[in-house]
C-alpha cells in the first residue's frame, strides 16, 4: 500500500499498541491487546520503519538488554549478532553504527526468542543493494524455517519473488489479499 494505507497501523494492531476501533484481530489465536496474549506477545517478533537504540550502549549490551526482557540467554545474543554479521562490532557503541548496522542490530533484536511471527516495517528503507539481498535471504530463510513473516512494503517488484500471499491495504481497507496471480 501506499503512504497512509494503514500498514503500520495494521502492525501496531497486531502488537497490540493500538486496539481496534471497530472489528476484531487475533494473533496466534488470541487478541493481541489482552491480559492472556503475554504468551503471544513473546512469539512475534517486530522490526520497526525507524529504529532507535540507546547511542551509548554497545550491540551487544543492547541486545542483551532486549533478550533479558523475554528471557533468552547471553549465548543466542551471540549467535544473532554473528548471523546478522556484527560480530566483530559487538562491542562498539550502536552510535558508531551505520543506518544498515543498526538495522541489522534490529532484526537481530527481532529474532530474539526465535518467533512464530516476524514483522517487518519497511524493512529495506536506506538500506543499500547489498543489505537488500542480505535481508531477503534472511526473509526466505526464516520463511523456510517455519516462521510467518508479515511484510509492510511500498514496493511489490521488490517483495513479489519473497511473498507466498500479498494483502493491498488502501485507506485502511483490505482490498486484494491471495497469491500474487
Known sequence: GHNGAGKTTLIKLMLGLTRPTGGEIAVLGEAPDSRRAVATRRAVGYLPESIAFHGAMSARQTLRFYAGLIGENAKRCEELLAAVGLAEVAGNRVRTFSKGMRQRLGIAQALLGQPKILLLDEPTTGLDP???????QLVDE???AGT???ISSHSLHEIESHADR?????HGRLKVFGSLD
Not at 547489498?130 to 531477503?136: C, D, F, S, V
Not at 500479498?166 to 488502501?170: A, P
Open 130 to 136: 547489498a543489505l537488500r539481498r542480505w535481508l531477503w
Open 142 to 144: 526464516q520463511r523456510e
Open 166 to 170: 500479498i494483502g493491498i491495504l488502501e
Open 148 to 150: 510467518t513473516v508479515v
